[in-house]
Each structure stands twice: as C-alpha cells, then as structure tokens.
C-alpha cells in the first residue's frame, strides 16, 4: 500500500502540516520531505484558513491540539461527525486501513455502515479492490453469553449481508491474512488494537484521513502528537496522494 501512495504523489502539492507540541520534531520532520512543498503551521485557525484559502492543498494535523483542531474543522466545514480510516502496518510491513480509531466512533450499526462505505471509497482512489472485514466481540457461537458482545456480533453480521464482506469475528490474526480495511466492534476496542499494535507491537502509523471531507476533496490527515518524525512524513504522503486522486 505504501508503494501505491508514494506512485501516486504530486511534487507540485503544498501539504500544511501544524506544530504546537515539540515544534521542532514537525520542522525536522518538513525538511525531510523531499517529495512535495511542506508549510508549517502554528494554529488551527490558521492552517484551515490556509486551506480553504486555497493556499495549500491538504492538511496533516502534526503535533496540533485536538480538541482545537475539530472544532475548527467542525466550524469551518459545518459537520458534526467525523469518520477516521487509519493506515496501519505490522512489524512485518503488512499494511491496512483500519477504523473506528477514536473511542467515540463506531457506536451503533450506521456508523460501521458509513465507515464501510467510506473505506470502500478510499480504497477505489487507490484502484485497490477492497477486502473488507469486521470484527465482533466473539465467535457466532458465543451468541448470548453477552449482550455487549452478542450486540457486536449481529451488527457484524448485519454488515456481511449487506455488503458481502467478511465476518472475521473476534480474530483479528485471521482478519489481517486477507484485507485491506478491518473494523473493529467499536471505538474503544478500535483504539486498544490501535495502541497496541503501534506502542507494544512494533508496528506503524501512517496518519487517519477524515471523512465525510475526503468526499468532497477537502483532505486531512490525522496524526498523534506523540508520533515518531516518520509518521508525519509518511501521513504527508498519505494527503499528497489522496489529494491527487
């Protein structure tokens, strides 16, 4: 996946990317690019101007506050939920769009439609046929034994008929063999495999674009303020080549 991005990028693109925490971590980080022109950002308010401006093409949101950085996304573009598809990668460089990733996401069954639906999108930009699978709190047979659990399993299989996409139940090992988009039962889950992949499991971040805007050209990146400088680069990537869809 990372090979199809990096074919897909626009030199001539201008990606903001915003600095508030460890400044100097997003400037190194822009100077490394080499692949696009970087500008570097110090205020929310600021870098969505930028965009709407016309004055860069995408954003990635760096090292920015959160909670200031969606209420101007959320003022400035009128919504009032946002979608995020994560690109993740195993130690093995075995990489995946995943979702939800923010512990409030992915709460009830047209939320998981809407990220079905929007992986199947993000998926078509890169004319990657999409393999998609979601995950519930247990095996079919576990039906039952949890009303939590059985609530998961029959939205995941709810899902399968609709879509015709795969039920991989709770085994995520078996999820990862053949998809390119995996949900998660909902966003605390999501947010747990997110964190243990990347933090205890040697894996990979890549920044999470923001949907429904992505529908609509408008292109942000979501990345962790606490991220390795790679990340930012490698999200930067990730916007250039959305953007140039």
Request: hydrophobic content about 40%.
């Amino acid at each position: 996946m990372l090979n199809i991005i990096k074919s897909r990028i626009d030199p001539d693109l201008t990606i903001g990317i915003g600095a508030f925490e460890n400044p100097e971590k997003i400037e190194d980080a822009a100077n490394s690019v080499d692949f696009c022109n970087v500008r570097v950002f110090n205020s929310s308010a600021k870098i969505i101007s930028s965009l709407k401006e016309g004055k860069i093409d995408a954003i990635v949101r760096g090292t920015l506050q959160s909670s200031d950085f969606l209420k101007e996304v959320k003022n400035n573009y009128k919504i009032d939920k946002i979608y995020r598809i994560g690109l993740l990668g195993t130690y093995d460089k075995k990489y995946f769009f995943f979702a939800p990733l923010g512990i409030d996401e992915g709460e009830d069954l047209k939320e998981k439609e809407m990220f079905v639906e929007y992986a199947k999108d993000l998926l078509k930009r890169f004319k990657v046929e999409p393999k998609i699978s979601v995950l519930s709190g247990g095996r079919t047979k576990d039906l039952g034994r949890s009303e939590r659990v059985d609530k998961s399993i029959l939205e995941a299989e709810a899902l399968t008929e609709k879509y015709g996409i795969n039920h991989a139940e709770i085994l995520i090992e078996n999820a990862i063999k053949n998809s390119n988009f995996i949900l998660a039962p909902d966003g605390i889950s999501g947010n747990l495999v997110y964190r243990t992949l990347i933090h205890l499991g040697c894996g990979s971040s890549h920044g999470a674009l923001y949907y429904p805007l992505a529908i609509e050209g408008t292109i942000i990146v979501d990345t962790s303020r606490a991220a390795p400088k790679e990340e930012y680069i490698s999200s930067i990537a990730l916007a250039n080549a959305i953007k140039n869809y």
